[in-house]
């Protein structure tokens, strides 16, 4: 494998057609609640239950669009594999980079799915860090890569990620 490995992820049909699927089966399950839908007389239903109700569909729809623009995201991302063990990632539509190591706890390689942690060294903005002021966790399937690409990416992860970073040899 020549490094460094350039990988362009595209995003997937198939976690946003999943996605959509459980949140519509979400959707219809609150429709047995009679309060959520709004068939109780206006009497029934204090303005609590039915102000409950408007936040449990606001919920769902923000959870559904937050899900879909993660996986919409990654179209047009780019990930540098480094031989040492670092992987740069280039988001869509922005010149500055993110050089990060992979945690080594956080990598699961299964045969068609991927999760890893990126832990940024540099150029990280404070926005793409989630609350706990880390980056949130990288979930990627077969399908967000060329086939070759993703065996690469296995590879990778299982051999090069996580490594420690040397540190360079100071100069005599």
Do not use: Y
């Amino acid at each position: 494998m020549q490094f460094p490995v350039e990988l362009r992820l595209r995003s997937s049909r198939v976690v946003m057609a999943s996605v959509l699927v459980a949140h519509l089966a979400a959707a219809l399950a609150l429709f047995h609640v009679p309060a959520i839908v709004g068939v109780l007389p206006e009497g029934d239903a204090p303005v609590l239950v039915r102000g409950g109700a408007l936040l449990v569909w606001l919920a769902l729809s923000a959870s559904l669009v937050r899900a879909l623009r993660a996986e919409r995201s990654k179209r047009g991302c780019v990930l540098w594999l480094e031989e040492d063990g670092l992987v740069e990632v280039l988001p869509r539509a922005v010149e500055e980079s993110t050089v990060c190591r992979v945690d080594p706890r956080s990598v699961v390689v299964l045969g068609g799915v991927v999760w890893f942690r990126p832990v940024a060294l540099e150029g990280l903005e404070r926005a793409a860090r989630n609350r706990s002021g880390r980056l949130p966790c990288v979930m990627l399937l077969e399908r967000n890569l060329p086939a070759q690409e993703w065996r690469m990416l296995r590879i990778w992860l299982r051999h090069k990620a996580g490594r420690p970073v040397a540190e360079p040899a100071p100069s005599a």
